[in-house]
Nanobody, 120 residues
Framework: VQLQASGGGLVQAGGSLRLSCAAS????????MGWYRQAPGKQRDLVAT???????NSADSVKGRFTISRDDAKNTVYLQMNSLKPEDTGVYFC???????????????WGQGTLVTVSS
């Protein structure tokens, strides 16, 4: 299973970006999908997750500004980021729980990361 993330870049404070992460390969079913970010010198933290049923969870710091969504037909998860702040700067990683066969357990896969830089 491969995850291809895209959409990062440089944006001014107050601007918007949309991240995408597409899963491909031997996929039977996808459960939870999510985004995490790692600021320079800090640990990787949860940004937002979305379940197979569409339930979402997000960090308090991004509530009201970021929206996570998914397109199961495309095996893709999105993160719409509005009203960006300099503290949102970091590498954003997508995370997907995949079952490759009906009898297999769930495995977690990570994307390669996409850099988001918000200038003040």
């Amino acid at each position: 299973v491969q995850l291809q993330a895209s959409g990062g870049g440089l944006v001014q404070a107050g601007g918007s970006l949309r991240l995408s992460c597409a899963a491909s390969g031997n996929i039977f079913r996808i459960d939870d999908m999510g985004w995490y970010r790692q600021a320079p010198g800090k640990q990787r933290d949860l940004v937002a997750t979305i379940s197979s049923g569409g339930s979402t969870n997000s960090a308090d710091s991004v509530k009201g500004r970021f929206t996570i969504s998914r397109d199961d037909a495309k095996n893709t998860v999105y993160l719409q980021m509005n009203s960006l702040k300099p503290e949102d700067t970091g590498v954003y990683f997508c995370n997907v729980q995949v079952r490759t066969r009906w009898y297999d357990g769930w495995n977690t896969y990570w994307g390669q990361g996409t850099l988001v830089t918000v200038s003040s």
